[in-house]
């Protein structure tokens, strides 16, 4: 399997995301709020098969 890794939240589907979040337990967020997040961090990681979102990592800088 090829993953692409993207460092930039171009095109970025955040309801996947919201659904990623879900699926491991976590409290469930709104996309939007999760976009919002997401531009405030310095570092972003985001893992793609094909155009499918399959993890991501945040950090705060």
């Not at 090829?2 to 979040?21: A, P, Q």
């Not at 999760?34 to 531009?39: D, G, I, T, Y």
């Amino acid at each position: 399997m090829e993953i692409l890794y993207k460092n930039e939240l171009l095109d970025v589907c955040w309801e996947r995301i919201s659904e990623l979040i879900e699926g491991v337990g976590w409290p469930q967020r709104p996309p939007e709020d999760l976009k919002q997040a997401f531009e405030k961090s310095t570092f972003i990681r985001i893992a793609y098969h094909h155009t499918h979102i399959y993890i991501f990592r945040l950090l705060e800088g």
